[in-house]
């Protein structure tokens, strides 16, 4: 079945840098547009960025100019690379595909930005 495993969370200090990965297997991956969310405890999972099928991108306006989303057709994979990271990115983070009539999610990895 289809599976999306998120990487690449862990603890930061503020300032500091990490880069999510997300794997996905059992889908056409370069059909799908590919997105990151987030939830921090007692929020609701918010878009955090998306990357469509021919790798046009938006972000939500807190992480724009510091996080930058890309994929790799060939390994199946989205990044996200996080910058300048604030303790208000705390959350923890997932990816998910999505295409017309289809909609997969992973489990999460959390990061923690706290000095």
């Known amino acids: 079945q289809v599976r999306l495993v998120e990487s690449g969370g862990g603890l930061v200090q503020p300032g500091g840098s990490l880069r999510l990965s997300c794997a996905a297997s059992k889908i056409s991956f370069s059909v799908y547009t590919m997105e990151w969310y987030r939830q921090a405890p007692g929020k609701q999972r918010d878009m955090v960025a998306t990357?469509?099928?021919?790798?046009?991108?938006d972000y939500a306006e807190a992480v724009k100019g510091r996080f930058t989303i890309s994929r790799d057709n060939a390994k199946n994979t989205v990044y996200l690379q996080m910058n300048s990271l604030k303790p208000e990115d705390t959350a923890v983070y997932y990816c998910r595909a999505r295409r017309p009539s289809y909609n997969y999610w992973g489990q999460g990895t959390q990061v923690t930005v706290s000095s």
């Open positions: 990357i469509t099928s021919i790798s046009s991108t």
